[in-house]
């Protein structure tokens, strides 16, 4: 039972920029001795940096006005002058603090229109009025905030701390459940006599004066009994934003017209039977195909353990970087399966170069996986962001990879080999049949096209609420209507890639395998347009190297998702 309260701070994020930032690269109060809990692997690959801060509380030690820190800038210094200017990019493009208070994030919550209440899990450093006179971001609370070409720094917090009490319930002490803050901007003119209250902390866009920024604080403490700890969560989680199913229904109706639409293209329900002798016929670039399949294998499984063990609460968010830990582990332990499917499948083709088709299984789309990230790796390390990792977790990826992946992967190839290849009812004809002229509906690229609409307009509604969560900074939670969905795209994608397939083969063409394989893959090329259409539509994204980065980490989800549907 400790009266010792800490407040940790985390990384600094913008919905206007990529790069996160640690709290010590902007010039704020900082602890004496710098602590830092241990990290996972997780929370390393997102980027988050969690340190120990110079706010330390007593229980139920109520503080008014107290002082942090004092930052004096000097306009002759430059090091005075970079750090400044730092401090006014922040708030220029609205970066936000993430505060923790035993493992709660501090959130600030605020009236939005409608007269609900909207918690944010992080607030604002300071906000900018441009030099003709528009309101930006925060500065919008208060109307004192509106000389123009002005930033007002948020120099002072009032935290209230919401605690459930033991002693009804006969155990001693009491529980944390609720942290919230109201950021505010004071002008403390005389350090030894703060009073906290007054004009706001201006800081003018041209830097000429010497300036002196001091930091304070206030907190109270409140009982709140009917908030029981383990739902502490929930306040967080019911502000945000909600969903709609009526999308479902539409769709459901859209899938039912193509099928009908396309069974009476097909009269024809004889075709099938003729093309029996060339139906086996391996395809072409079989081994390429064989590998595709191994590591979509692979994927799968990978997704489908996640997302069950984060729908039973294993991963929750109060378990920081759990997820993508997680995803990490399963997808290196899971080279196995993909070896044996890539090493049985490539078999089965009739394929001589059996040593190629285990290292491109093993090297081939991780290889580019990690390629694109150490390049965006090198952009945010260029840039000093927080989200760069350290070169030692790079070198424990690497080795995770070919350490227990690739083996792995070598012994699950080793017994697909081993195996007798597929045994196919019918024999191959000596001479490849005809094809007859095929109707638009049954062309190669029509079929494709077509067949990614359906799965992809499954994971349509989700798809927004999780770029939401990783670019806008929201929090996740609907693992269980995101496994829901998971099925339902799975069915979608067999049940399209069956149907056209069908249709394809009564039409006489007999060129399946691959036409299989990109049919709900396509899915993935309507993913990158909805992420290419999300970025110019949502997100308010600026400079080069922030728009590099979200079309380099895109380009893996595409890919990954890619492999996976098909």
Not at 214 to 237: C, G, H, M, P, Q
Not at 409 to 429: L, Q
Request: aromatic share 16%; with cysteine; hydrophobic share 45%.
């Amino acid at each position: 039972f400790q009266s010792l309260i800490e407040l940790f701070v985390n990384r600094l994020d913008s919905v206007e920029s990529v790069l996160p930032y640690e709290y010590d690269a902007f010039d704020f109060c900082q602890d004496t001795e710098e602590k830092r809990p241990s990290e996972n692997l997780g929370q390393v690959l997102f980027g988050e940096r969690i340190a120990s801060s110079p706010y330390k509380f007593t229980f139920k030690k109520q503080e008014t006005c107290k002082k942090v820190c004092t930052r004096s800038y000097d306009p002759g210094n430059s090091a005075d002058k970079s750090k400044l200017a730092f401090l006014k990019k922040g708030m220029q493009l609205n970066y936000q603090h993430h505060w923790i208070i035993d493992n709660m994030p501090v959130t600030w919550c605020y009236d939005v229109e409608d007269g609900q209440k909207y918690c944010n899990p992080g607030f604002p450093i300071g906000c900018f009025v441009t030099p003709d006179g528009r309101v930006k971001d925060a500065c919008v609370i208060n109307s004192e905030f509106n000389k123009k070409n002005t930033f007002y720094l948020f120099n002072h917090v009032d935290i209230t701390i919401m605690y459930h009490s033991g002693k009804d319930e006969n155990w001693p002490g009491a529980r944390l459940v609720m942290a919230r803050l109201r950021p505010q901007s004071y002008k403390h003119t005389d350090e030894n006599n703060l009073s906290c209250e007054g004009p706001p902390m201006e800081i003018p866009g041209e830097f000429t004066n010497k300036l002196n920024l001091i930091y304070t604080y206030s907190v109270t403490f409140e009982e709140k009994n009917n908030i029981k700890w383990a739902s502490r969560w929930d306040y967080i989680l019911e502000s945000m934003p909600h969903t709609n199913i009526q999308w479902f229904s539409a769709l459901c109706i859209f899938a039912k017209d193509i099928v009908d639409f396309i069974q009476e293209d097909a009269q024809e329900e004889f075709g099938w039977k003729l093309v029996h002798g060339d139906v086996f016929r391996p395809p072409r670039k079989g081994m390429l195909l064989s590998v595709f399949l191994g590591q979509g294998t692979q994927i799968f499984i990978m997704t489908f353990i996640t997302l069950f063990l984060a729908c039973l609460g294993f991963l929750s968010p109060a378990n920081r970087g759990a997820l993508m830990t997680c995803a990490v582990v399963l997808w290196v332990l899971l080279g196995t399966p993909a070896g044996y499917v890539s090493a049985r499948m490539y078999k089965t083709f009739r394929g001589e170069k059996w040593k190629t088709n285990v290292l491109l299984t093993a090297l081939l789309c991780p290889g580019i996986v990690f390629a694109d990230f150490f390049i965006m790796n090198l952009i945010l390390w260029v840039k000093g962001s927080s989200a760069a990792i350290p070169f030692g977790t790079l070198v424990a990826i690497l080795a995770m990879w070919f350490g227990i992946s690739v083996p792995l992967t070598f012994v699950g190839a080793y017994f697909g080999f081993k195996e007798k290849s597929i045994e196919h009812p019918v024999r191959t004809n000596q001479i490849p049949r005809q094809i007859p002229e095929q109707s638009f509906f049954t062309k190669p690229l029509p079929g494709i096209i077509m067949g990614g609409i359906l799965p992809f307009g499954c994971i349509f509604i989700q798809l927004f609420f999780i770029l939401n969560s990783i670019w806008s900074h929201q929090m996740y939670y609907m693992f269980g209507f995101l496994f829901l969905v998971f099925i339902i795209l799975l069915i979608t994608c067999s049940e399209a890639t069956v149907l056209l397939c069908y249709f394809h083969l009564c039409a006489e063409d007999y060129h399946w395998w691959w036409r299989s394989f990109l049919t709900s893959s396509f899915t993935a090329v309507y993913l990158f347009i909805y992420a290419v259409h999300y970025f110019f539509s949502k997100l308010q994204i600026t400079g080069t190297a922030s728009t590099i980065l979200y079309f380099g980490y895109t380009m893996i989800m595409v890919l990954i998702f890619f492999l996976f549907t098909g």
